[in-house]
């Protein structure tokens, strides 16, 4: 005799996945195995077209509250859709002539740098001309 067929619930389960729940998470809720769900091809449908309602659904809601002048959201969608990023500049003040540094004198800034440091040698350089 075979085992009886599990009924599922459409309704909750288009429910779940417009919020985005994957196949294992809507399994769980209505009692059934992730097996039997990815065999139904109701439920494939349904579950296809959910998500993507889903996602419609949070795009509109992003754009609201950018609209409503969110900032956090402004610069996300202004990442996602108009290639802008956030610029780090960085700028290097030479106090002194590097052309007339030693080889040793460049080495330990060098070392100096990639420790953290601001190690710059005092002595046996020659001042700027």
């Known amino acids: 005799m075979a085992r009886p067929r599990k009924e599922i619930n459409y309704t909750q389960a288009r429910r779940l996945a417009e ?7 809507i399994a769980h809720v209505l009692g059934v195995s992730d097996t039997t769900l990815k065999r139904n091809v109701e439920f494939r449908a349904i579950y296809d077209q959910a ?22 959201m402004l610069i996300w969608l202004g990442k ?14 030479v106090s002194r002539n590097v052309r007339s540094l030693t080889d040793d004198e460049l080495a330990e800034i060098i070392a100096g740098g990639r420790s953290g440091g601001t190690t710059a040698p005092t002595q046996g350089a020659a001042e700027p001309a």
């Open 80 to 93: 996602q859709y108009l290639g802008q990023t956030d610029r780090v500049e960085s700028a290097v003040t």
């Open 19 to 25: 919020i985005q729940c994957t196949i294992d998470e």
């Open 51 to 72: 998500r993507e309602k889903g996602k419609t659904s949070l795009r509109r809601l992003q754009w609201a509250a950018a609209r409503r002048g969110s900032t956090a």
